[in-house]
């Protein structure tokens, strides 16, 4: 059997209850792994005074963004462990295990000793956890990002894809803002430093245990179902049959390598926009706009449930206008629009101001990427898609990772940021429409048998 799912097989029988079943748990899903990442962000000051100290403080900051990208990079190695067994065993057992994983790890945290008890062990001991909680991320991604957008119906396809990509990152840095809004008040001051960080990472185990009992009902998507269907009927025949024994080696072969690398120029302009924008919008306003942790938190609150928005109506659009044509309108206005909100925001004269310019800046950097998660699956036929779309994601979105570190490197202290961040905003969208202007049109490709065009 080719790596091209056949067209004669229908698509098994799917009620209603399992797609709303199947959209749930992979919003919930990045949104739970999110939360788990997002959780770093907002203690990543502190956390640089206790793990990576220095009289320098946008050193320490660049260390703990650094030891985030840390995690990103081992991401697209979990994409390919979970992608491949995703798409020969199925998305559910792949997603259970990876988000446990994640929560776990997040959990660990706080357990871990800090310079000041046993030196040089702190830090070592934190990138390692760091480096194993990358691969359970991947993981995330590559059974998350296929199972909704699988499930639904063609017309729904865009705006689960922005509700998902966009919508579940906007949930999970909104219960991450919740859990720090509580951690604040109940270790308020100092307190905060010495206990506040390390309950902030416990919650890690509640993630682990609530995507234990969503997931564990969920039923795979009638694409695979149907791809599995196809390999059983084969093997039971005479003719022969060609099995893809390697997700991974079909997806670097001569047909899918370059779609893979051209993929890229949007995830990376996407990813970068997302944390710079969501990701440091938390060190922002309290480096350079100077919020009180209630303000700081009620404003990434409200960001958050922005972002959920903005995203899911970015990805309905594309299913009305296209995919491509939503990437190009879309990094036209980020091309203009992020650097102007960074540059705008340290000359906000009130809390009410900056939030508004923070939740319009959120919006536009999650509204960028909410098509990307069809438009991947869209590009790969089901045998190797969560191998395709958990690589092209995670590749392009560790890259992305790295802009925050770079930006504090970059900024020589917090006065600096406003301008070095406007650069880097204005930098990455450039990127993104390049992509956007290369990649072709790949509206309504998902049930095609081989789901791929020329790059």
């Not at 990543?44 to 005074?49: E, S, Y």
């Not at 776990?104 to 008890?117: D, E, H, K, R």
């Not at 990805?315 to 650097?339: D, Q």
């Not at 191998?387 to 590749?395: A, F, K």
Request: proline letters at 4%; charged letters at 10%.
């Amino acid at each position: 059997m080719s790596v091209a799912a056949q067209n004669g097989a229908a698509l098994p029988a799917v009620d209603q209850r399992q797609v709303m079943g199947a959209v749930v748990a992979s919003c919930l899903g990045w949104a739970l792994d999110l939360f788990d990442l997002f959780v770093l962000l907002f203690v990543a000051p502190v956390v640089g005074r206790l793990f990576f100290p220095s009289e320098h403080a946008m050193l320490s900051l660049a260390a703990v963004y650094a030891s985030f990208a840390v995690t990103l990079l081992m991401r697209p190695l979990g994409s390919a462990w979970f992608g491949s067994y995703a798409d020969r065993h199925g998305r559910k057992g792949a997603m259970i295990t990876a988000v446990v994983g994640v929560g776990l790890s997040t959990a660990a945290f706080g357990l871990l000793p800090t310079v000041a008890q046993v030196g040089l062990v702190a830090p070592i001991l934190f990138l390692m956890l760091r480096l194993i909680q990358g691969v359970f991320v991947g993981g995330v991604v590559a059974s998350t990002h296929t199972i909704g957008t699988e499930s639904v119906a063609p017309k729904y396809r865009g705006a689960v894809s922005g509700l998902i990509g966009g919508g579940g990152a906007g949930l999970g840095a909104l219960l991450a803002s919740l859990a720090y809004l509580a951690m604040s008040a109940i270790f308020p001051g100092d307190l905060f430093d010495v206990w506040g960080w390390r309950c902030m990472f416990f919650t890690g185990i509640v993630s682990s245990i609530l995507g234990l009992f969503v997931f564990s009902s969920l039923e795979e998507s009638p694409l695979w179902k149907k791809l599995a269907a196809e390999k059983a009927a084969m093997q039971n025949t005479a003719a022969p049959v060609e099995v893809v024994r390697s997700p991974i080696r079909t997806l670097f072969s001569r047909d899918y390598r370059s779609i893979l690398f051209i993929n890229l120029l949007l995830t990376i302009g996407g990813g970068s926009g997302y944390y710079l924008t969501s990701g440091y919008l938390p060190t922002f306003l309290k480096v350079v706009s100077h919020a009180p942790n209630g303000a700081a938190a009620a404003i990434l609150m409200i960001s958050s449930v922005a972002v959920v928005v903005a995203s899911t109506a970015a990805g309905h659009l594309s299913t009305f206008i296209g995919r491509k044509s939503a990437f190009v309108w879309i990094g036209l206005i980020r091309l203009f629009a992020l650097p102007a909100l960074f540059l705008l925001l340290p000359t906000a004269q009130s809390i009410t101001t900056i939030g508004v310019y923070a939740v319009i800046l959120s919006a536009l950097g999650s509204a960028g990427y909410a098509p990307i998660l069809i438009f991947l699956n869209e590009r790969f036929p089901t045998a190797i898609r969560a191998t395709g779309t958990g690589l092209s994601w995670n590749i392009g979105f560790a890259i992305g990772g790295m802009m925050p570190t770079a930006v504090s490197l970059v900024a020589k202290d917090a006065s600096q940021l406003p301008m070095t961040l406007a650069i880097f905003a204005g930098a990455i969208s450039v990127i993104f429409l390049v992509g956007a202007f290369i990649v072709p049109e790949t509206l309504g490709k998902l049930d095609n048998g081989t789901a791929r065009e020329a790059a």
